[in-house]
């Protein structure tokens, strides 16, 4: 016999035996009083399989007290063909465990090939057989010098949990949990373990500046940050980790939605004379390179949008020659760009917008473009995080949205062998990737990125991890795109719904006690992990700055650290 095998039952260990089989559950007849008493939902338990070598794994998910047949409600009595006159669980089948596969011992498998037989024993997985399968389940998934390892098990706390990095990151994943409850740490950890890989590339947007501080550094994470209007004189801004999102990267659509009031009756107008306009800067700014002839009105080419304006102002008060000698009559255009350019004139003049629109010499270089792409998405083997706590809300959706088109497109065009994966973490994604039946044109076009990305960025090595408090309010068409899920702690039943629904349904009801998890505790699930499990998520050794402040220590302390003059500087400059 071979002593390698992790189930080694005898009969006399058998807890009770199946006496009904569907394809993906089956229900048991428990021996014992003492033994129902002793089991609980979500345990595992070793199922015999009509294949020899083989035991089918289950996971409880409910216990049945036998009837007590002359105590009996009307209901009771209804529900009696469910429960039967045994002690019995309902086990949902989660995988099977083989002693052998070719030259491998102890193999878990995700499907199960063949389902028990009435009479089937079952046996309880605890104690050191369970940390053996756990470790067995873990050194299947395990693969490289770095896996991915996230934390440990609930069931079983020796057993370090991994994840399938290829496939959390292939089809991509979410991290879900009300406020407090552990994403940013586990956010984190999940970065800690991508720095160790030689070329790791990877974007990490930001919102609060959690992840900015000089605490949050270490070998392979690089940090930057978007241009507050304080940043906007500083000389070689790439180098200096400050990042320019010049309004010449948006396409034509984009524009659009920045700069046209489709309620305008001129719009049309407008949106022609724009584009004509444009297409001119971007010839010019090729005409001597080796795109001369080349680029489109969508091609990310700079372009002197205040050249641009004092054109739109000729128009507006061209006037022709009138019939008669001497005399003059209005344009063709005459008056019809008077808004569009005050609207336009806003935003060139608008602080808050200076990182798109306050450009310099730096940005307009033809050779910009390519420096910018090896900051964010250069193969240096960094994570980099990008520091967007200072770009105002309203336009929020339409830069990262942007950024990441780029990124999508820079991926797109090294065509799909070449392509270096890369991986978007999008912290706090309800702000940006939205669930919006209507919604201004502004943040619908930086939806459109993201909705992209997530039916197609498999294609071109582009993964996203979309994080948020309120899944319910994430775009739908993205969460749904999803294949994996760390779900910690949700509490709003909004929000619970949503991810339940997204959960494949041979679940069972391990995804009903979203609301009791502890903190930094998680419900696993997806294709990137063997086993949907309860996870302890390791806390982080390098730490986002939290964002949970204890009111009441801090109101007992003597001294507070405010410096409210700063603060007041600090809201007039719009700059921390
Ligand atoms: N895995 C963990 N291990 C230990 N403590 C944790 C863990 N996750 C979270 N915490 C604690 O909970 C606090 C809030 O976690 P955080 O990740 O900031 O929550 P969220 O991003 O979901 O709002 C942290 O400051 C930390 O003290
Ligand atoms: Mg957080």
Request: proline share 3%; aromatic share 6%.
């Amino acid at each position: 016999m071979d002593d390698n095998r992790i189930f080694k039952f005898q009969k006399q260990d058998s807890i009770g035996s199946i006496n009904s089989v569907d394809t993906g559950l089956a229900y048991a007849v428990i021996n014992s009083d003492e033994t129902l008493s002793a089991l609980q939902v979500n345990q595992l338990v070793a199922i015999e399989s009509p294949e020899a070598g083989k035991h089918i794994i289950g996971m409880i998910i409910k216990i049945y007290r036998k009837a007590d047949i002359n105590n009996l409600s009307i209901e009771e009595s209804e529900e009696l063909e469910e429960v039967g006159v045994y002690n019995q669980i309902k086990l949902v089948f989660i995988g099977e465990l083989r002693d052998k596969l070719g030259n491998d011992r102890n193999v878990f498998k995700r499907n199960v090939s063949n389902v028990p037989r009435i009479n089937a024993q079952c046996y309880r997985i605890e104690g050191e057989v369970l940390t053996d399968l756990m470790q067995s389940i873990s050194s299947c998934i395990k693969s490289g010098i770095h896996p991915l390892s996230i934390g440990k098990y609930s069931m079983d706390e020796s057993s370090v949990a991994y994840l399938d990095g290829n496939k959390f990151f292939q089809r991509h994943a979410a991290i879900v949990g009300s406020t407090g409850s552990g994403k940013s740490y586990c956010v984190a950890k999940i970065i800690e373990e991508m720095s160790h890989l030689k070329k790791v590339n990877a974007v990490l947007f930001d919102i609060h500046g959690e992840y900015s501080s000089p605490d949050f550094k270490m070998d392979g994470i690089k940090q930057y940050k978007i241009a507050s209007p304080g940043d906007l004189a500083t000389k070689d801004k790439l180098s200096n980790g400050i990042l320019m999102v010049p309004y010449w990267m948006l396409n034509y659509e984009e524009m659009q939605a920045l700069l046209l009031d489709r309620s305008d009756q001129n719009a049309p107008n407008q949106a022609m004379l724009l584009s004509k306009e444009i297409m001119i800067g971007k010839e010019n700014k090729t005409k001597s390179s080796t795109y001369s002839g080349l680029v489109t009105l969508d091609s990310p080419v700079p372009y002197d949008l205040n050249e641009v304006l004092l054109k739109l102002k000729e128009y507006d008060t061209h006037l022709d020659e009138g019939a008669k000698p001497g005399t003059t009559k209005q344009g063709a255009y005459y008056g019809k760009l008077t808004r569009f350019n005050q609207r336009l004139e806003n935003k060139l003049q608008d602080k808050r917008m200076g990182f798109m629109f306050s450009v310099s010499d730096e940005e307009m270089n033809l050779d910009w473009l390519k420096s910018f792409c090896h900051t964010v998405m250069g193969d240096d083997g960094s994570v980099k995080v990008i520091n967007l706590s200072e770009v105002p809300s309203d336009v929020l959706p339409l830069v990262i949205g942007l950024l990441s088109r780029i990124i999508f497109s820079v991926q797109q065009w090294s065509g799909q062998d070449k392509a270096h994966p890369v991986a978007l973490l999008c912290d706090e994604a309800h702000l940006y990737v939205q669930h919006l039946e209507s919604s201004d044109s502004v943040a619908r076009i930086g939806l459109k990125s993201f909705e992209r990305i997530a039916k197609e960025g498999r294609k071109y090595g582009v993964g996203l991890v979309v994080i948020s408090q309120r899944p319910s309010e994430v775009n739908r068409t993205v969460l749904s795109q999803c294949n994996n899920f760390v779900s910690l702690r949700l509490t709003n039943v909004d929000d619970q719904n949503v991810i339940k629904r997204l959960l494949p349904d041979n679940l069972g009801n391990i995804a009903d006690n979203l609301s009791l998890l502890d903190i930094g505790e998680a419900i696993v699930v997806g294709d990137a992990t063997l086993l949907p499990s309860k996870i302890r998520i390791d806390e982080p050794s390098i730490k986002p700055s939290s964002q949970t402040i204890p009111f009441w220590d801090i109101w007992a302390k003597d001294k507070s650290s405010q410096d409210l003059d700063e603060a007041v500087d600090n809201m007039i400059k719009q700059s921390k």
